[in-house]
């Protein structure tokens, strides 16, 4: 007698240079602890880089090639053989922003209706504008999506997955927009990841259809909330600036870090608990004290990856095996 399929979401959050690659080896712990392939779920949620990642899986590259790639080794006719992970972010630091504040009309929305906003995208409205650009993260995006093409998939730019979500914030209302889901404005899916990678003060905002974009991470580090009400029997969260065990940082700066951690970690399980309201279950995999000392307090600095890619494919994997990430349905 042949089992029901589980309907299964999956989750990739924000986190950066380093965030993509502990969430690289968290996937391929996932596939090997689950036997499951990851580009088969049902919806693919991803913000900032987990927006990288998700349109990748979307367009049909797996995990494997993810892996090798992170190692240096991509194989014939991966289409990211031309994308340098270490480069292609401009670097550990920021390039000088431009003078004057991002968006005065998000502020303006923030004076207006000051409780519907979360305090990280006021603040972004606040933060000048960056002058870095993610031309080369678009590129591999679209290489990406060319590939699906020559597979058999539709020629409309976005994804052939039929649920790949991106999540960004419009800089100009603070509004939450996943694009790729019902009802959301129509876009190319290069420019819906430049934009949800698009961290204000550090890369320039992404016009799509006349309308700024910035990183969905201003609204939410996962935008788990989405999939409440998907009918799923679990979603998979991937949240690389979510912990449950902490390291001690000696650096003022790594202690502030770690605090805007506890916070950040404290929203997703709220967003978890909706979610969970809906009879899903949830689990939740986040970087724990190893993976926090490997990743130091820079999750940009690109020099780490290797340490934090290989840390990741262990304790994941044994964070899967012992079932501690898994919230059950209500």
Same mark, same amino acid.
């Given at each position: 007698?042949?089992?029901? +399929?589980?309907?299964?979401?999956?989750?990739?959050?924000?986190?950066?240079?380093?965030?993509?690659?502990?969430?690289?080896?968290?996937?391929?712990?996932?596939?090997?602890?689950?036997?499951?392939?990851?580009?088969?779920?049902?919806?693919?949620?991803?913000?900032?880089?987990?927006?990288?990642?998700?349109?990748?899986?979307?367009?049909?590259?797996?995990? @494997?090639?993810?892996?090798?790639?992170?190692?240096?080794?991509? =194989?014939?006719?991966?289409?990211?053989?031309?994308?340098?992970?270490?480069?292609? /972010?401009?670097?550990?630091?920021?390039?000088?922003?431009?003078?004057?504040?991002?968006?005065?009309?998000?502020?303006?929305?923030?004076?207006?209706?000051?409780?519907?906003?979360?305090?990280? &995208?006021?603040?972004?409205?606040?933060?000048?504008?960056?002058?870095?650009?993610?031309? &080369?993260?678009?590129?591999?995006?679209?290489?990406?999506? @060319?590939?699906?093409?020559?597979?058999?998939?539709?020629?409309?730019?976005? =994804? +052939?997955?039929?649920?790949?979500?991106? %999540?960004?914030?419009?800089?100009?209302?603070?509004?939450?927009?996943?694009?790729?889901?019902?009802?959301?404005?129509?876009?190319?899916?290069?420019? &819906?990841?430049?934009? /949800?990678?698009?961290?204000?003060?550090?890369?320039?905002?992404?016009?799509?259809?006349?309308?700024?974009?910035?990183?969905?991470?201003?609204?939410?580090?996962?935008?788990?909330?989405?999939?409440?009400?998907?009918?799923?029997? @679990? %979603?998979?969260?991937?949240?690389?600036?979510?912990?449950?065990?902490?390291?001690?940082?000696?650096?003022?700066?790594?202690?502030?870090?770690?605090?805007?951690?506890?916070?950040?970690?404290?929203?997703?399980?709220?967003?978890?608990?909706?979610?969970?309201?809906?009879?899903?279950?949830?689990?939740?995999?986040?970087?724990?004290? @190893?993976?926090?000392?490997?990743?130091?307090?820079?999750?940009?600095?690109?020099?780490?990856?290797?340490?934090?890619?290989?840390? /990741?494919?262990?304790?994941?994997?044994?964070?899967?095996?012992?079932?501690?990430?898994?919230?059950?349905? =209500?």
């Amino acid at each position: 007698m042949s089992q029901t +399929p589980v309907r299964r979401g999956l989750v990739l959050g924000g986190g950066g240079v380093l965030g993509a690659s502990w969430m690289i080896g968290a996937l391929a712990a996932l596939q090997d602890t689950y036997g499951w392939d990851p580009r088969d779920a049902e919806v693919l949620v991803g913000t900032s880089a987990g927006s990288v990642l998700a349109g990748l899986l979307g367009c049909g590259i797996t995990v @494997e090639t993810l892996v090798n790639h992170q190692r240096g080794v991509p =194989a014939p006719g991966d289409p990211a053989v031309d994308f340098d992970p270490d480069n292609a /972010s401009g670097g550990p630091l920021p390039p000088r922003p431009k003078m004057g504040i991002g968006s005065t009309a998000l502020l303006a929305q923030a004076v207006r209706h000051p409780r519907r906003l979360p305090p990280l &995208a006021i603040l972004s409205g606040l933060a000048p504008q960056g002058r870095g650009q993610l031309d &080369a993260v678009g590129a591999l995006i679209e290489v990406a999506v @060319e590939a699906g093409v020559e597979a058999g998939a539709s020629d409309d730019g976005w =994804a +052939p997955h039929p649920a790949t979500w991106i %999540v960004t914030m419009d800089y100009d209302t603070g509004r939450r927009v996943p694009f790729g889901r019902a009802g959301a404005p129509p876009a190319q899916l290069r420019d &819906a990841v430049m934009a /949800s990678c698009a961290i204000p003060g550090w890369y320039a905002p992404v016009t799509i259809d006349g309308r700024r974009y910035v990183d969905g991470g201003t609204c939410s580090p996962t935008s788990l909330d989405l999939l409440a009400n998907r009918g799923l029997d @679990e %979603v998979v969260v991937l949240a690389p600036m979510v912990s449950f065990d902490f390291d001690e940082p000696p650096s003022l700066v790594g202690r502030v870090e770690r605090r805007f951690r506890r916070a950040m970690t404290k929203r997703v399980l709220r967003e978890a608990a909706k979610v969970r309201r809906h009879g899903t279950a949830v689990t939740i995999l986040g970087p724990g004290r @190893e993976d926090l000392e490997a990743i130091g307090v820079n999750l940009m600095d690109p020099r780490r990856r290797l340490r934090v890619l290989d840390t /990741s494919l262990r304790t994941s994997a044994a964070a899967l095996r012992d079932g501690d990430a898994t919230l059950p349905a =209500a």
